[in-house]
């Protein structure tokens, strides 16, 4: 099966996620960039407000067409308990295009059920599997076997 993880990730967190998950799949990978800075404090408050209002952003154009596979994994962050602007444009251009879709996604606390139900909603398909993860759980990399059980399960 022919997979793709297309992800989008400001602090690193969800990049971190993917990407292993990427080398468990032998999937390919699309970083998506946001061309509106999220960084530091003004840029996190920025990127709330723009979640919240449930904005699309300008991203730089992907490489890779999402046709092309069997599979697409999507990974955002949560954002005010939805999906990032930048996740939003990226379904927004590729809908339709998108075969079997799975959704995964790192959160501070919670938010996973808006960011999936969001996600959903925008590529009108449900998701194969579903991961959130807890970015404690990334940054003290005790997230292993929950990866393992969500590769599984899209492997199958």
């Known amino acids: 099966m022919k997979t793709l993880v297309v992800f989008y990730s400001r ?4 990049k971190k996620v993917c990407l292993e998950l990427a080398v468990k799949l032998q999937a390919e990978v699309e970083e998506i960039i946001d061309t509106k800075s999220r960084k530091g ?24 067409d999402p046709a092309q ?3 697409v ?8 308990w939805t999906l990032t602007p930048a996740i939003r444009t ?4 590729n809908k339709g295009k998108i075969k079997k879709s799975a959704f995964l996604c790192t959160m501070g606390g919670s938010g996973d059920d808006g960011a999936f ?14 991961l ?5 759980q990334v940054a003290g990399s005790q997230y292993a076997a929950e990866l393992d059980r969500f590769a599984e ?3 199958r």
């Open 90 to 93: 990226y379904l927004g251009q």
């Open 69 to 71: 596979y069997d599979l």
């Open 11 to 14: 602090t690193g967190f969800t």
């Open 132 to 136: 959130a993860l807890k970015t404690k």
């Open 41 to 64: 404090p003004i840029g996190w408050l920025y990127a709330g407000r723009d979640a919240t209002r449930k904005l699309s952003t300008l991203i730089a154009q992907t490489q890779k």
């Open 153 to 155: 399960q899209l492997l």
């Open 73 to 80: 994994v999507l990974g955002t962050p949560v954002w005010a």
């Open 117 to 130: 139900k969001g996600m959903e909603e925008l590529l009108g398909q449900k998701p194969a599997a579903v």
